[in-house]
């Protein structure tokens, strides 16, 4: 079935670091992929997507590409800052009768020192 | 547009007590879900549903029941509430299955 593999946090990083939270999939066919942020005490929110294989999703300087040979969509931003401290999920959609909700993974909680 | 909204934000209930989280969505909404985070963890589908009177058991069903007879509202109900219920609640929406689910901001429930 389907599957998403986050990598295990948390990570803790200095503000203007690099940061890459690894995420890779298993699923049928070439679904769309998803991030998500969910911030201290809220709800999740949609980060960034991908609809197909190469394409680029950004958004508040987060960048993810859709990496169909090696089935992952690794979320990068090129500096950080204290207000993302926050717990990235990585999720794929439904692949077969679309009846059921997003699978996601366990989550990667990023802390940022300032 | 108020997107998804969930009442209340905390409750605390006793073993064996009853209670419904209400959830509203005003986008028209056919795909509504119900997940449960515990702390520290992903999160896990309790049920979902895919239009008004048609509803389906997720991951961890066992002591929760839903019910939608409109498309706006999705209530989860816990009967006899136990400890292992103590979570945070969130319910979702999503236009289609494939698209993104909008989230709204949890009920966190503690059963003491």
């Known amino acids: 079935g389907d599957s998403v593999t986050q990598m295990e946090g948390p990570v803790t990083l200095s503000e203007e670091a690099f940061l890459t939270i690894n995420c890779t999939y298993t699923?049928?066919?070439?679904?769309?992929l998803f991030w998500y942020v969910q911030y201290p005490g809220e709800g999740l929110q949609l980060l960034l997507k991908a609809t197909k294989a190469d394409d680029k999703g950004s958004n508040k300087g987060f960048e993810a590409t859709y990496r169909k040979e090696t089935t992952s969509f690794h979320l990068e931003k090129g500096s950080v800052q204290v207000s993302d401290s926050a717990v990235y999920f990585c999720a794929l959609p439904p692949m077969d009768t679309g009846r059921r909700a997003l699978t996601f993974g366990s989550g990667t909680r990023l802390q940022v020192q300032p | 547009n108020a997107g998804v909204t969930q009442t209340p934000k905390f409750r605390i209930l006793k073993i064996g007590q009853s209670m419904t989280l209400q959830c509203t969505q005003d986008m028209n909404h056919n795909y509504m879900y119900w997940y449960r985070q515990d702390p520290g963890m992903g999160l896990k589908l309790i049920y979902y549903s895919v239009g008004a009177g048609i509803t389906d058991k997720g991951e961890v069903p066992n002591g929760y029941n839903v019910s939608r007879s409109t498309t706006e509202d999705f209530p989860l109900r816990l009967e006899l509430a136990a400890p292992s219920q103590t979570s945070v609640y969130f319910c979702?929406?999503?236009?289609?299955?494939?698209?993104?689910?909008?989230f709204g901001p949890g009920t966190r429930l503690t059963v003491l």
């Open positions: 979702a929406s999503s236009s289609r299955p494939g698209n993104e689910q909008f």
């Open positions: 699923a049928t066919g070439y679904p769309s």
